[in-house]
């Protein structure tokens, strides 16, 4: 298996903006989904947001309204558009490719279930 690659995380200010980007490198099962995950130091890795092959998406309900997750299949490059960003979204994170279910329940997929791991990019936001 080919690990996805990310890129894109960085430091920025309260109500500051990144977009992570995720190289998948490989093709999925279109009844597959893609996701991004997030750790916190002392933390659980969290749900962020998933998407499927017909751009159907789902997110946590933390970041409803400032994230935008999107997948451009010319490029097999998963995106995470993160706006008005918050010190309590500073975490390490983690695409995730070949989820074996719906954006419904990809967000609550264990890790060991989750296809495909990227190796995470740090989010930090300050005050």
């Known amino acids: 298996q080919v690990r996805p690659v990310e890129s894109g995380g960085g430091s920025v200010q309260a109500g500051g903006s990144l977009r992570l980007s995720c190289a998948l490198l490989?093709?999925?099962?279109?009844?597959?989904?893609d996701a991004w995950f997030r750790q916190a130091p002392g933390k659980e890795r969290e749900g962020v947001a998933a998407?499927?092959?017909?751009?159907?998406?789902e997110y946590t309900d933390s970041v409803k309204g400032r994230f935008t997750i999107s997948k451009d299949n010319a490029k097999n490059t998963l995106y995470l558009e993160m706006n008005n960003l918050k010190p309590e979204d500073t975490a390490m994170y983690y695409c995730?490719?070949?989820?074996?279910?719906?954006?419904?329940?990809?967000?609550?997929?264990?890790?060991?279930?989750?296809?495909?791991w990227g190796q995470g990019t740090q989010v930090t936001v300050s005050t």
């Open positions: 995730a490719a070949d989820l074996p279910t719906g954006v419904e329940t990809a967000l609550l997929l264990p890790a060991t279930d989750v296809g495909r």
């Open positions: 490989e093709n999925t099962y279109s009844s597959y989904s």
């Open positions: 998407i499927n092959s017909d751009g159907r998406t």
